[in-house]
């Protein structure tokens, strides 16, 4: 039994779905990614230690960001695989972008929906304990950049799991549970 949908969204991968090239695929991303992260931490050492030590443990607000937005360099490795190696662009990694908002749009909604659903039960959530904690001006500012952050490194995440290895993998075979 197969799914459409599915089986529309692991077409582009069917011309080069030969494991060796998967696996010499998933080696590429990996070195890629640890070689530019090698780079990064390198550069880190130039700034001072704290800073270089809030990156690396994600324990400031800026350091959290820029660790969430270096998985930019995950997305870059796999897309530059899927062209050379799969001759495939960022649009057959995600799909076509008009399902993708829709769904997106839906998910959001769905999500959001369900969190403000939780906050209304007890306890009662009451933003002058935030405000002991943190600048609540300061956390609405940074929030966007913490979205963005967020969705670089989700994006990165999914893009190679789902959109380059269970692609590849659900070209090659047509049973769902290996894919």
Known sequence: MSYQPHRNFAAPARPTAQMPRL????????AFNSGLRWLFD????WLPSISAQAVWYGSTRGGLL???????FLA?????????????????????LRPFWHDFRLALIAVATL????????????????????????WLLTLPLALLALAIQTGAEELFYRGYI??????????ALIW
């Open 23 to 30: 696996v010499i695929g998933v080696a590429l991303i990996e």
């Open 42 to 45: 390198a550069l880190l050492q």
């Open 66 to 72: 820029v660790q969430l937005g270096s998985f930019g």
């Open 76 to 96: 870059l490795g796999v897309i530059l695989a899927a062209r050379r190696l799969h001759h495939r662009g960022l649009v057959s990694l995600t799909g076509p």
């Open 115 to 138: 969190f403000l659903m939780i906050e209304m039960l007890p306890p009662y959530w009451d933003i002058s304990a935030a405000s002991h904690v943190r600048s609540v001006p300061l």
């Open 166 to 175: 269970q692609q590849q993998i659900a070209a090659r075979y047509d049973r």
